[in-house]
């Protein structure tokens, strides 16, 4: 009698680290949407099929996450969705109008009437620059139902059950009062507090197998060695070494821990960070006490290549064994056709035609095998895929569910019970480097910026280990700052560099990498260096006019006459857009020009500037290699210098604050004819704003033909 084929669902659960650790804010609310989504009723499914086992792989950082939301940790749109409409100024009206309509249009805001209205009322191909001129259309109830709409359409359907109250409200669909609105904002709570204990129970009962990924989502063999990429990427010009295997073994052992902390016991799996593996982390798996991992098909066959095996039909649809200085280590290697089937292809189906091609690939799959005992593995990402499904995916789902207990070929099990069910585990004595996607690490590490990215936390961690070395003595100091290094080394900011993959939140991605990085600095108590502050990926100051002609403003704080600014350059503040945006600002516009000699700027803000309570004004530039600053203390009128001269160098504040800085006191930073500046408000001596928030503004340094060539353009 032939066994049957064994089939392993692995779900993997994830989100960025979105807290900026200082501020104790999430910067983005994934984290609290799919949990209202997906975490649950991902697992809740189940209840109605006890023979399906699965694995559900949790990323620690994400369950982190879930945690300081009930702790009591908000979001920016958790914040800007609980204000009243009327209470609302024109940026944060600004704010919800860009950003409320984040969820897939298809089936989360077309199916919805008044949603619908709302979207197609904004514009579809909307800009903030644009709705600043429209906002005022869109009425205090209209602002409501969409605070109300955006945290709505992201509840999965079973809590409309579970809470009907919420049900009622859907159905109501429009005019909701305050506290309608508010009972929707504040019941995403009240579901993330049945997340973590429901797969706590279910791994209790059997159902499910808990399985973990290093602490922040690294790519551990990168943070082992980037030399490693060298063998899967030969070609990839990197000058550069970036080595830290005791980050990436701390990043498994808080992983380990923290596991043990919420499931009373540790994980037996891992599947590491984009399912990518190298000979050394295999070895940092099993010295903390990793039973087996898995990762994807092409590692398999590029494995067996390298001990000049030609892989076979049935090669596939084994485990293996790794055997490291440290131990053993089991190895199940993700089937990516029919994994991806799940996870792009099903979606457009009909969901009981999908469940039945599921279920034909598997027999397809069987009868091409012997009578040995094999498995199937199905690896894939448990939650982004369903906002693309009708009805969540929940179709498709129980189709394939019902199907998989109805039939005695295939039987679901978890990988660590596969494990034990004696199943020939060759010995893979090769394993090639590479994650699950091409075999190799070219999204996180082949671009420029990526390795921009790298050298910049490279330089981060040496100058942390540096301080450390100085000052054994704080170690509280230092572990604060390794949290932040820690969440750096996370794969996902570098996801988004590149021209792989890009979303409305790339800016957001690109700064929040960048805060992680200040706050190691933040920690310590040093000064955070101006190369940081620098977008990394092409981000440009989009609501900047560039200066068209010399000017020479009087530095008096004071808006002089008409003529004394014009034709300056100029950079909006209020017209900043997207997730990272401040909705309420100090500094509303930045001025700035020269004539031959000078450089000149000017900050202009609602109220006058000497009744804000700034401390000092920093202006900050860099060629890319050297940096220069000055900074203008408000309370004593002095003013500070490092990398410049302070001859020349002025200082007004009254109505406004002005300022000029001769060429001639930058040195050679100006030999480069570019700068590139940043501009900082102080306030209780740290950096309350910089302008602008998310880029830099590049000063071209003119000559004496700069009117000219702009008279002719």
């Not at 990168?222 to 010009?237: F, G």
Request: proline letters at 5%; one cysteine or more.
């Amino acid at each position: 009698m032939r066994k049957p084929l064994y089939l392993t669902f692995l779900w993997h659960m994830h989100q960025p680290y979105y807290k900026n650790v200082e501020t104790g804010k999430f910067i983005l609310p994934w984290v609290r949407m799919h949990a209202v989504k997906d975490y649950y009723d991902m697992l809740s499914i189940l209840d109605g099929y006890p023979k399906i086992k699965q694995n559900f792989n949790l990323v620690p950082s994400l369950l982190l996450q879930i945690e300081d939301y009930l702790g009591g940790a908000t979001d920016i749109f958790q914040d800007m969705s609980l204000k009243r409409p009327s209470d609302l100024n024109v940026d944060e009206r600004v704010f919800i109008i860009y950003n409320f309509f984040m969820a897939n249009w298809d089936t989360m805001i077309f199916p919805y009437r008044r949603y619908s209205y709302l979207l197609k009322k904004r514009g579809e191909a909307s800009h903030p620059d644009e709705i600043r001129k429209v906002h005022t259309l869109f009425t205090d109830e209209e602002i409501r139902d969409l605070q109300a709409w955006f945290n709505l359409t992201w509840i999965d359907t079973e809590f409309l059950m579970m809470f009907p109250e919420l049900g009622r409200l859907k159905d109501k669909g429009e005019n909701f009062t305050e506290e309608e609105k508010n009972y929707i904002v504040n019941s995403h709570l009240e579901i993330m507090k049945l997340v973590i204990p429901k797969y706590r129970e279910a791994q209790e009962r059997g159902q499910i197998e808990v399985s973990a990924t290093p602490f922040f989502h690294p790519i551990l063999p990168l943070v082992y060695n980037t030399d490693t990429a060298r063998q899967c990427m030969p070609a990839c010009p990197l000058d550069f070494n970036f080595s830290r295997p005791e980050d990436a073994n701390n990043q498994i052992r808080m992983s380990v821990e923290f596991f043990k902390s919420r499931f009373g016991r540790e994980p037996m799996g891992m599947w590491p960070s984009e399912g990518s593996v190298s000979r050394d982390v295999m070895g940092l798996l099993a010295k903390n006490g990793i039973k087996w991992a898995a990762t994807d098909e092409e590692i398999l066959r590029e494995s067996l290549a390298l001990s000049g095996m030609k892989p076979g039909r049935e090669d596939i649809y084994r485990p293996y064994t790794v055997k490291t200085p440290e131990g053993d280590v089991d190895m199940v290697f993700r089937n990516h056709y029919l994994s991806d089937l799940v996870g792009f292809n099903y979606q457009s189906w009909n969901p009981r035609e999908a469940a039945h091609h599921f279920i034909k690939e598997l027999y397809n799959i069987k009868n091409s095998l012997d009578d040995k005992a094999y498995c199937v593995n199905v690896i894939l990402d448990g939650e982004n895929a369903w906002e693309y499904y009708p009805n969540d995916g929940k179709d498709f789902l129980n189709a394939l569910y019902k199907a998989l207990s109805e039939n005695p070929d295939f039987e679901t099990i978890t990988i660590g019970e596969l494990m034990k069910k004696g199943l020939e585990k060759p010995v893979l004595e090769k394993l090639y480097p590479g994650s699950w996607i091409n075999h190799d690490f070219y999204i996180w590490i082949g671009h420029e910026d990526d390795r921009k990215s790298w050298k910049l936390l490279k330089r981060v961690r040496d100058d942390l280990e540096r301080w450390h070395k100085e000052n054994e003595g704080l170690s509280e100091k230092y572990n604060k700052a390794m949290q932040s290094i820690y969440a750096a080394e996370g794969s996902d900011w570098n996801w988004w560099y590149g021209d792989d993959h890009s979303s409305k939140n790339d800016a957001e991605f690109d700064n929040l990498y960048r805060l992680h990085l200040m706050n190691v600095y933040t920690s310590i108590g040093e000064k955070v260096p101006d190369e940081i502050f620098i977008p990394i990926s092409k981000v440009t100051a989009t609501f900047e006019t560039a200066p068209v002609r010399f000017i020479t403003p009087v530095i008096d704080g004071r808006d002089t006459h008409f003529y004394e600014w014009k034709g300056c350059g100029l950079y909006d503040t209020t017209k900043e857009g997207g997730a990272m945006q401040k909705v309420s600002k100090l500094i509303r516009r930045l001025l700035y020009g020269f004539d031959e000699y000078n450089f000149y700027f000017r900050m202009d803000c609602e109220a006058p500037f000497s009744s804000l309570p700034v401390e000092s004004v920093e202006a900050r530039f860099t060629d890319g290699t050297s940096t220069a600053a000055t900074k203008f203390d408000i309370t004593t009128g002095t003013i500070e210098t490092s990398g410049m001269d302070t001859a020349g160098v002025e200082f007004k504040q009254a109505e406004i604050f002005e300022a000029k800085l001769p060429f001639k006191s930058m040195g050679k930073l100006i030999d480069t004819k570019e700068v590139k500046a940043m501009f900082f408000i102080n306030i209780m001596s740290k950096d309350t704003e910089k302008i602008p928030e998310k880029g830099i503004i590049r000063v071209q340094v003119p000559d004496e033909e700069f009117e000219l060539y702009n008279w002719k353009a």
